[in-house]
């Protein structure tokens, strides 16, 4: 079943020229939603000021092959480990989801317009990694929503409590979800309804950029690449730049007493979850 291209079979009731147009179209709604995003929240603008106004600050250069090695830095860390996230199972769950929107996306789009011809035969390794894409991205969206989401029992909000805010991940729960299901049971009556889902929650997806955090993944990776260079050439975003274990910052306490205090003291509030709201 997991081997067997779905859209394939598709093709015997929908051209394919149609799937591909419906592709297409995906992919226009992604930029138009994003540029629209760019435009009313100016984080094009912002990010290239905030450039400007830090090499103004620098108090040093950083070289072409520095600023290299902070992109592959960045890479490394905030894009292709999630590195940012200090809760592991927050990161691990990202990562469930960035990686099988990945392997979902391509793979569907490889499915649909090389061998979605009626009665092709795709590679086995496809299909699979069709269906690998999907089950990952619904593992990590559930995980995400069930039990990362928020601390709802300290918010005593309800668990399915929604708001716009959660668009983005109830959409790829849709696609996700609804995308494996119609797999399982196509050729059945449910299975066209599972479908129609399918359809729905990823036009919901790719059609709610303006207003879902979907525009996010592009800005992220080119924030955290500044964050670096500002950090390298010493502008800092205007921030100080004197760390906690310097021994300038012992100087700057205001009580004498704590100067000679461990660095780390303090973060006992951290060995709890906040739950006595």
């Not at 200090?86 to 979902?104: K, P, T």
């Not at 690998?132 to 989401?149: C, E, M, P, T």
């Not at 990823?202 to 924030?223: D, E, I, N």
């Amino acid at each position: 079943m997991i081997t067997s291209n779905p859209f394939a079979e598709l093709a015997a009731v929908i051209p394919p020229a149609v799937m591909q147009a419906y592709v297409v179209l995906m992919v226009i709604l992604v930029a138009g939603g994003t540029i629209l995003d760019m435009v009313h929240k100016k984080n094009a603008k912002y990010f290239f000021e905030n450039a400007k106004k830090a090499k103004q600050n620098a108090v040093r250069s950083v070289g072409a092959g520095e600023k290299f090695g902070l992109m592959v830095k960045t890479a490394g860390k905030e894009v292709l480990t999630a590195g940012e996230f200090a809760n592991s199972q927050r990161r691990i769950s990202h990562l469930f989801m960035m990686y099988g929107f990945i392997v979902f996306v391509v793979v569907s789009a490889i499915l649909i317009f090389a061998h979605s011809a009626p009665g092709a035969q795709a590679p086995a390794i496809l299909p699979l990694l069709w269906h690998l894409g999907a089950l990952s991205l619904a593992v990590g969206g559930y995980w995400f929503w069930v039990a990362i989401r928020v601390d709802l029992s300290s918010e005593g909000r309800p668990l399915f409590a929604v708001s716009r805010a959660d668009l983005f991940i109830l959409s790829l729960l849709a696609m996700s979800t609804f995308a494996l299901l119609w797999s399982f049971t196509q050729g059945t009556a449910i299975g066209w309804l599972f479908f129609a889902l399918f359809i729905a929650g990823t036009t919901t997806l790719f059609g709610s950029v303006y207003w879902s955090k979907f525009a996010h993944m592009f800005f992220k990776p080119a924030a955290a690449y500044q964050k670096r260079v500002t950090r390298a050439d010493g502008s800092a975003e205007n921030l100080p730049t004197i760390t906690r274990d310097d021994p300038a910052q012992r100087q700057r306490h205001s009580l004498e007493l704590l100067r000679d205090a461990p660095m780390d003291m303090g973060l006992g509030i951290k060995r709890e979850a906040p739950n006595h709201y």
